[in-house]
């Protein structure tokens, strides 16, 4: 009985000394190498530091437990649940670095300047390894935590003897599921879409802001989420407005009367964009376009560092040149013309 009692004390006694050791000297060792910023990354390092709390009690409990376990009970290193949960922790281990990585790029990269190209191309191929080796780590944990039971190992050779007629059973259904995943390293390296493009698929325009394995999370204006499988950006035609550089040119078309004073809103337009911060200071144009029979079409044309800004300065400049036609030429605005003649009495036949 005393064997025992000094047995899990001891255990107890090395999981809180493994915890208290890595308390104290992960913070110390963490500020050498990354220090984070982010709410987000300082959670992960948190994270991480949990993971190895766990891996240094399996580190000290094999060397521990042959001087104080009892000599009638079976080490517990050897037991099948404690090879499971070692598995279990290095994997664990190796998914929160991946994320720990993840972070130390972000804050060691500039995202938030007008054009962040680069950043984007390298983390949205980084973002996509990172999946992919996740996904390996738990594939190989799970088969390791297979073979370290003696059942189902017995199983897996007696599954071995099927494993051509299952391969393809299996192959058939997840055909789709392999397209996309194939589909998803052909976006992550040639990448006609980056995280933070701005696109404008099925009709709606948004930015894309997840490339998972399988599918692609694009945010919509309004705050929507649309989801598309991976391979659609691969199979299907969509307008990229990122593709290679942020800036982006906006256009607003006004329909006046034929007697619209065309240079005096040339000068107008150069004035309105020559006041807001949005026009990046490269293009602006106002046009004549279309004339038709009732109206005639004006094209104004500007330029701005990207797309959000582009949609502010189009709506700007069109409320703006509507409320100075209506303020300074309020003749010139669409109308219809009727053209009236009144009809001549008939004379009456003198008798």
Sequence with gaps: ????????????????????????????VAKIFYKPKLPKAQRAMMRFSHSLKFALFFI???????YVSPETMAYIRSHVLFQIFLIINIAWIFIELTNVLRYYFIEHYNFEKDDNLRERRIFTQLDFIRKIIVLIIVIVAFAFILMSIE?????????????????LIIGFAAQRSIANLLAGFQIAFTQPIRIDDVVVVEGEWGKIEEINLTYVVVRIWDQRRLILP???????PFQNWTRTTANIWGTVFLY????????????????????????????????????????????CLMSARDSPSAFDLRCYIREEMIIYLQEN???????????MEQDKAPKIPEL
């Design 329 to 339: 030429y309020p003749e010139t605005l669409p109308k219809t013309r009727v053209l």
């Design 60 to 66: 000290l409990w094999p060397i521990a437990e042959p």
């Design 151 to 167: 059942t189902a190992r017995k199983i897996g050779a007696g599954l071995l003897t099927s494993a051509g007629i299952a391969g």
């Design 1 to 28: 009985m005393q064997e025992q009692l000094v047995f899990f004390s001891a255990l107890v006694l090395t999981m809180l000394l493994s915890h208290l050791l890595v308390y104290l000297v992960f913070p110390l």
């Design 230 to 236: 991976i391979n659609y950006f691969i199979e299907k």
């Design 256 to 299: 006046v009367d034929h007697t619209v004073p065309v240079k005096i809103l040339k000068t107008k337009l150069k004035e309105l964009l020559d006041a807001t911060p949005l026009w990046d200071g490269k293009v602006q144009v106002l046009q004549v376009t279309d004339v038709r029979e009732r109206v005639v079409e004006l094209r």
